[in-house]
T-cell receptor
Framework: AQSVTQLGSHVSVSEGALVLLRCNYS??????LFWYVQYPNQGLQLLLKYTTGATLVKGINGFEAEFKKSETSFHLTKPSAHMSDAAEYFC??????????FGTGTSLTVIP | DGGITQSPKYLFRKEGQNVTLSCEQNLNHDAMYWYRQDPGQGLRLIYY???????QKGDIAEGYSVSREKKESFPLTVTSAQKNPTAFYLC?????????????FGSGTRLTVV
């Protein structure tokens, strides 16, 4: 069965500091992995995705994530946080590529 | 510009009423989805459809119904059987190979029971 665990429902970082949002998954086959961002009262926007190939994936707004099969992880990082990065972030996994399962989300606060 | 339109943005329902949430897309996507979002619980799948006139139950389909009469439209009805309908509802669509492109989401409908 597929599942996604996002450690830390709330993360706070100072402006300019490293952002690290954690995502671990369980899957019986190599999964498809996505990160989405949600701003208040809006839908989700795709940040980046891993399907096959290079395990370090770059996305929009300076975010990147690395697929580590041995650790079943797909953590999201950004070297330097901006105030505009404050939002909720969701990790999603799929074994088939059709139906995705979403984590419970991590709310990122950026402190000026 | 192509996208997904959800309406209304805010909806209030009285106890015992059925309400219908609209979702329309002009992306020519084959698949459409309905998710429910509650604080601290992430997104939970209600129904999805990969082709016109066909749809499948998700993890929390009880108390909800859908139809897919047109490729562009996937309305969700919240029935009186849904005991706790207050939530944020998100509609999404994707190409049939969602793995390569991900989902496109609408901006959501916030439903409140009054």
């Amino acid at each position: 069965a597929q599942s996604v665990t996002q450690l830390g429902s709330h993360v706070s970082v100072s402006e300019g500091a490293l952002v690290l949002l954690r995502c671990n998954y369980s899957s019986s086959v190599p999964p498809y992995l996505f990160w989405y961002v949600q701003y208040p009262n809006q839908g989700l926007q795709l940040l980046l995705k891993y399907t096959t190939g290079a395990t370090l994936v770059k996305g929009i707004n300076g975010f990147e994530a690395e697929f580590k099969k041995s650790e079943t992880s797909f953590h999201l990082t950004k070297p330097s946080a901006h105030m505009s990065d404050a939002a909720e972030y969701f990790c999603a996994v799929s074994e088939t590529g059709n139906q995705f399962y979403f984590g419970t989300g991590t709310s990122l606060t950026v402190i000026p | 510009d192509g996208g997904i339109t959800q309406s209304p943005k805010y909806l209030f329902r009285k106890e015992g009423q059925n309400v219908t949430l609209s979702c329309e897309q002009n992306l020519n996507h084959d698949a459409m989805y309905w998710y429910r979002q509650d604080p601290g619980q992430g997104l939970r799948l209600i129904y999805y459809s990969q082709i016109v006139n066909d749809f499948q139950k998700g993890d929390i389909a009880e108390g909800y119904s859908v139809s897919r009469e047109k490729k562009e439209s996937f309305p969700l009805t919240v029935t009186s059987a849904q005991k706790n309908p207050t939530a944020f509802y998100l509609c999404a669509s994707s190409r049939i190979d969602a793995a390569n492109y991900g989902y496109t989401f609408g901006s959501g409908t916030r439903l409140t029971v009054v």
